[in-house]
């Protein structure tokens, strides 16, 4: 029974899915925001939040798990050089996945992982301007 196990498995083994995600968050890492489906973009998250958590503590220790976890030793150093500095005030929250739709083919729920900036925090939506509390009164015609 798969009882409180909260992870997908994407229709992967182990070892394969593994692999994928720290690709995945590699190149997340590395250009800053991937297009994905939901499903794999959702893992890569917790993933990708978790060793940018385990960067702010820049140890010996933290570094030798991020590397065994993401297999590429210069994606490590730009994650504890760059990218975790710019969370260090930020208590988690370091991604977002904005939904794109459909996928042409095979309709997979498609969106884009992207870290979150001090630059760009969460886009705004535009307000309406409300209309004039005063409606304009008809004309009248002349006689």
């Known amino acids: 029974m798969r009882h409180r196990k909260h992870t997908f498995k994407i229709g992967r083994t182990d070892a394969h899915r593994r692999a994928m995600l720290a690709n995945m968050v590699c190149s997340l890492f590395e250009h800053g925001q991937i297009e994905t489906s939901v499903v794999k973009a959702k893992e890569a998250r917790r993933l990708a939040e978790r060793m940018i958590t385990k960067a702010k503590n820049d140890s010996l220790h933290q570094r030798?798990?991020?590397?065994?976890?993401?297999?590429?030793?210069?994606?490590?150093?730009?994650?504890?050089?760059?990218?975790?500095?710019?969370?260090?005030?930020?208590?988690?929250?370091?991604?977002?996945?904005i939904r794109l739709g459909k996928r042409i083919g095979d309709a997979a729920d498609m969106c884009i992982l992207q870290l979150v900036s001090k630059a760009e925090e969460a886009p705004k939506k535009a307000k309406k301007e409300k209309a004039d509390a005063v409606k304009a009164e008809p004309e009248k015609k002349a006689e």
């Open 64 to 97: 030798r798990i991020a590397i065994s976890r993401l297999q590429q030793k210069d994606i490590v150093k730009k994650l504890f050089a760059e990218i975790a500095p710019q969370f260090a005030e930020r208590a988690g929250g370091y991604t977002r996945i």
